[in-house]
């Protein structure tokens, strides 16, 4: 989400003034019609999600459990840090950001530039193929591949199985049910981030190959020295958003494996989810969400420094 | 904010040309090969659960895990539905799935575009205000509100309701986001020409500006479906009785059940996936441009 408002910032900087002229043409003339439009929108948003977040910051300063509730001051912040599931949870997300989203993205680059050449056939039922993944609802597709990861006569055993490989314990091996999870987020987004790079690829002129054609540069120099560094705010617009839905990783763990086996897979939202709806810790869940308000901040802050970065 | 994709058309001559002509076709056969090699094998990877899917909810749950799989649809889809039914009323589930992604996305796309055009068009006290909020909004997780928002819901008595699931995500920041994006390419002048006209505010918001942006608000609405349908965690913990889950709810009982029924889980999942699929047929340029939202400035 963060990141569509960088790259859409950009399309702002090459239009400059499109609120301007639309704004102030109609300014001063009309200004009420405008709140009007927007009362709605902003009567809902300060019900629904001002209020609550007020709540849920003051809340993570007391102590919920057992519904009492005391005043501990920043007592839950300090017990983020010594908390082992807490770790755990930030780990499995770590584990998805440095090794899922970097394998996801070189697959979806590859993919795209690999369609983007007018020289490769059925290039739209290709495309159309790979991006399907993308549209399977996402506890659906979750549950398919549960079903598909059964270690006892499971498809994808079986299917390892005509390849000679041995069959696999998925779900319930530490490391297996993680790359479980990898495979599955990679499934399910590598189609969707492709597109998107696609689009950019297509964005990139003409004139830009030819140039790079007519200075002798070969394919890898072509893709190094054009492709990349045009592709650069659209890649980071994948990384972004990937990164942010590493730490809201939810659906998925939960259907999958339940964050087990022993927390292997727990991530941050299904371990606040276990905190506040479990044990009822409301106080501790409100800290663990605010945990993730900040590294959420912390990585548009990185992001927005680094588009702003000329290359 | 149209982002062309999928579809073919222009795309198809946007590819970058080849670059010799006359290469010789045997290095040419080398060349290539490995690229359709590549292409070949992620579309069997992306297809490969769908298939299973498909052949797995027409068998019975104890022919899906023999040696060899079952490769063809058998013949028990009607009794795989018929159980499905009776197990978690799975016609209804659907219904309320429906009516609720429906009801959602109708007032979340009034209330969007709405205040998108709001924004992007007027100066008023407060603009400031709101589209910060909006901002913020967009760059925090949901998550945070779970708890202060169940609260809520549980104090208003509103848990167990579709009100619940509804009315709480009315304003979605995104939406709104997107809608003003959208309504800053509007062409003033139409709007200009309208009042000069003598018509009203409202008359020219709904005769002019809302014709001329039907496929963003198409795509708007496609985004918003999707994002009601998907919902799991939070309809996951404001409902508690069966009669009133949506599909991903009632996928997610499923599997919790001691005796497991595999073939009727894949079917529901297909169910499930199935109206996005058949949206995705009909509207897939507005479908893709929804939900990459923001994404590439087309």
Request: hydrophobic share 55%.
């Amino acid at each position: 989400m963060t990141a569509s408002l960088t790259v859409r910032e950009r399309g702002t900087r090459r239009a400059p003034g499109g609120t301007r002229t639309a704004g102030a043409r109609l300014a001063g003339r009309r200004q009420r019609p405008g709140l009007w439009f927007a009362l709605p929108a902003a009567a809902l948003l300060l019900i629904f999600f001002a209020y609550p977040l007020a709540t849920s910051l003051l809340q993570s300063f007391f102590s919920t459990k057992g519904g009492e509730s005391t005043f501990v001051g920043l007592d839950q912040y300090a017990r983020l840090f010594r908390d082992p599931l807490v770790l755990k949870s930030l780990g499995t997300a770590l584990l998805i950001l440095v090794v899922q989203v970097p394998i996801m993205i070189a697959l979806a680059v590859g993919l795209a530039y690999i369609l983007n050449q007018a020289w490769v056939r059925f290039r739209s039922g290709f495309r159309l193929i790979i991006f399907l993944p993308a549209i399977t609802t996402l506890v659906a597709y979750s549950v398919v591949f549960r079903v598909m990861m059964t270690t006892d006569g499971g498809a994808l055993n079986q299917i390892l199985g005509v390849f000679g490989a041995g069959p696999i314990d998925w779900l319930n091996n530490e490391w297996w049910a993680r790359v479980a999870v990898i495979a599955s987020i990679t499934w399910r987004w590598t189609g969707y981030n492709m597109v998107i790079i696609l689009a950019g690829l297509q964005a990139i002129p003409a004139e830009l190959y030819e140039a790079a054609r007519i200075d002798g540069a070969g394919r890898w120099q072509t893709f190094w020295h054009i492709v990349v560094p045009q592709l650069r705010p659209v890649l980071i617009f994948t990384i972004v958003t990937s990164t942010i839905g590493a730490l809201q990783l939810f659906d998925e763990n939960f259907i999958l494996t339940g964050g087990g086996p022993n927390n292997a897979t727990l991530t941050p939202v299904l371990y606040l989810y276990k905190v506040g709806f479990q044990q009822f810790d409301f106080g501790y869940a409100d800290a663990i969400a605010w945990m993730l308000v900040v590294l959420t901040a912390i990585i548009a802050v990185i992001q927005f420094r680094v588009l702003r970065e000329k290359p | 904010m149209t982002t062309e994709l999928i579809v073919t058309g222009r795309a198809r001559r946007r590819g970058i040309p080849s670059r010799r002509r006359h290469e010789p076709l045997l290095r040419r056969i080398a060349l290539r090969s490995p690229v359709y090699l590549v292409l070949v094998v992620a579309s069997v990877l992306s297809l490969i659960p769908f298939a299973w899917m498909v052949i797995a909810s027409t068998h019975k749950t104890s022919d899906l895990f023999v040696t060899p799989l079952p490769l063809l649809p058998g013949g028990e889809f009607w009794q795989n539905l018929g159980r499905l039914q009776e197990s978690v009323g799975f016609g209804q589930v659907m219904i309320n799935s429906v009516l609720v992604a429906v009801l959602y996305t109708v007032f979340s796309s009034i209330i969007s575009v709405m205040c998108g055009y709001g924004l992007a068009t007027y100066r008023f006290r407060g603009r400031g205000v709101l589209m910060g909020v909006i901002l913020v909004t967009m760059m925090i997780p949901m998550q945070v509100l779970l708890v202060p928002l169940f609260q809520m819901m549980a104090s208003a008595g509103w848990i167990d309701s579709y009100q619940a699931l509804i009315i709480p995500f009315l304003a979605n920041a995104f939406g709104i986001f997107l809608m003003r994006q959208g309504f800053l390419d509007f062409p003033t002048t139409l709007i200009e020409a309208a009042r000069i006209d003598g018509a009203s505010e409202l008359r020219t918001f709904y005769r002019i500006v809302l014709p001329v942006a039907r496929p963003q608000i198409a795509a708007l609405i496609i985004y918003t479906f999707i994002s009601q349908w998907n919902s799991f965690i939070w309809p996951l913990l404001m409902l508690n009785s069966e009669d009133k889950y949506t599909i991903p709810v009632a996928l997610n009982t499923m599997i919790g059940l001691s005796r497991v029924d595999y073939s009727g889980l894949m079917l529901g999942s297909l169910l499930a996936t199935l109206p996005l699929f058949l949206l995705f047929l009909v509207f897939q340029k507005q479908f893709v441009a929804g939900l990459l939202g923001g994404a590439v400035k087309g």
